[in-house]
């Protein structure tokens, strides 16, 4: 179960890289380099922090062909069709929950402790919307705004460190924390929730 929603996690980023390059205006070389960024930044940074050698994504080629043929597929669909209200949001969301969870189990498998696990959780989450908005110009990136976006990552990777403490078996433990990821966004969207601001105080 955990590879199939590994490979769900990574479908839906690849097809969140093609709907901002949409956005964005790019040309479809464009939407393969997000679709490959989104997709493999986050667990590229994991790994490297992990000193883990060869990087997952060079020696899979199933996965390679995953993400250039679910950007392929987008492309051709946003060309026969408009692109759907927060589609981007709703499929950056699946992505999301699912890579945070497999972030937390990577790290847990590395025995790294408490806090990091949660730290390395986020980042493998996170960073594969950062790197997708910066190439797409948009600053702040969504991460920096007051968007429920880290938040909803780090409520996932505490509900599945705390799950896994105490022996709940794996596949509802992915389950529970993968929804829980998916159920804060989408509801930090369509009920348009969102973090407060910093400000600055006056005298």
Known sequence: MLHA??????????????????????????GLVLAFAASISGGTL?????????????????????????????MLYLRRR??????????????LAVVTVI??????????TPVAVLILAVLTGVTGEVVRDVLCGEFPPLLL???????????GALSYLGLHWAGVPDTAN???????????RMTAI??????????????
């Open 5 to 30: 929603l590994y490979l769900l996690g990574i479908a839906a980023f690849a097809a969140s890289g093609v709907l901002a390059a949409h956005r964005a205006n790019m040309d479809p070389f464009g």
């Open 46 to 74: 994991r790994d490297l922090i992990l000193g883990r050698h060869p990087l997952y994504w060079t020696h899979d080629w199933v996965l390679l062909v995953l993400i250039g043929s679910v950007a392929v597929a987008t």
């Open 82 to 95: 408009e692109l759907p209200h927060r589609a981007l949001m709703v499929v950056d969301a699946v992505g």
């Open 103 to 112: 972030g937390a189990r990577a790290a847990i498998d590395a025995h790294v």
């Open 145 to 155: 705004r007051e968007e429920v976006y880290a938040t909803a990552a780090l409520a």
């Open 174 to 184: 992915i389950v529970v924390s993968a929804g829980l990821v998916f159920a804060l």
């Open 190 to 203: 369509f009920r348009d929730l969102h973090l407060p601001r910093l400000q600055r105080t006056t005298a």
